[in-house]
């Protein structure tokens, strides 16, 4: 490429050399889907994981990019084959934004354990074509039926989550996910490691209930300088302080985050049991 000063480039300029530009009849930028707050944009329930427990309804917001008008949609759900509208949503246009509102859309609730399908349409407008997001078919469990290990760890963990999503773990460590709200819990021999394990994930769902993920940094945040931790620990303490008050015995288990549940430690602690903000 020839090389060009900036003097010389300055002066093309002003003698009016065209510049590459949009045409003024290049299409628009298409209409986009995105779920607030998830790393699968268009995917509808991504944050969900596939399930749904028993008597809840799962939600997620999705906005949409560079509308020209308000748009209107459906979530629906596909019974006998036929799609059934569950909800009708708005979409508005925000001056300035690229971004409309968020709409929020939720699954039925149920408490059979029964798969469902959904989908998310955006209905055309006079200028704008309709858009309709893959089917995704969610399982809505009701813990009540599970057998075996399942079973034994729901009966740890029904008394505080009695409509909890819970898998069995393969790693040796068990976890819970922030957003779709699922417990996976390791294979141990029943005993107070399994009661601890389980109500510790227990915990976990309960705090991520009270603080759903946009607001999960605050959680974290206000922890922290409780426990005076950093990362997840004061979300991990936290969570074994209240395993403790729903009934763990501290002295008879090992590998804990913590033991220490005194003070502002336990208040906070009993205040999320309890279903408060901190
Ligand atoms: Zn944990």
Sequence with gaps: MKRCSTALLAGALTVGVMLPAAPANAAPPATSVI?????????????????????KRFSQQYVLKN???NRTGVLQESRNGKWITLQKLTWKKQAGKTGSTAATVRTTHTAATVKKKYRLVVNASGKEARWESKHVTLR???????????RTVYNQVKKYCPNVIILEEDRLRSYTYSTSLRMNVARRPAGNLLK??????????????????????????????????TGTGGIEQAADC??????????????????????????AAAKLLAGKKL
């Design 242 to 267: 209240m395993a403790f008050r729903m009934g763990v015995n501290s002295k008879l288990i090992f590998g804990t985050y913590t033991k220490n549940c005194a003070g502002a430690r336990g208040t």
């Design 140 to 150: 809505h469990e009701n813990p009540r039926s599970y057998k075996g290990y399942k």
């Design 67 to 69: 509308i020209k008008t």
């Design 35 to 55: 779920a607030v707050g998830s790393s699968n944009s268009k995917a509808l329930f991504s944050n969900a994981g596939g399930y749904v427990a028993s008597y």
């Design 196 to 229: 601890y394990a389980a109500l510790h994930e227990c915990a976990h769902i309960r705090e991520f209930s009270l603080y759903p993920p946009s607001q999960q940094g605050t959680l974290r945040a206000k922890l922290n300088k409780i426990y005076k931790t």
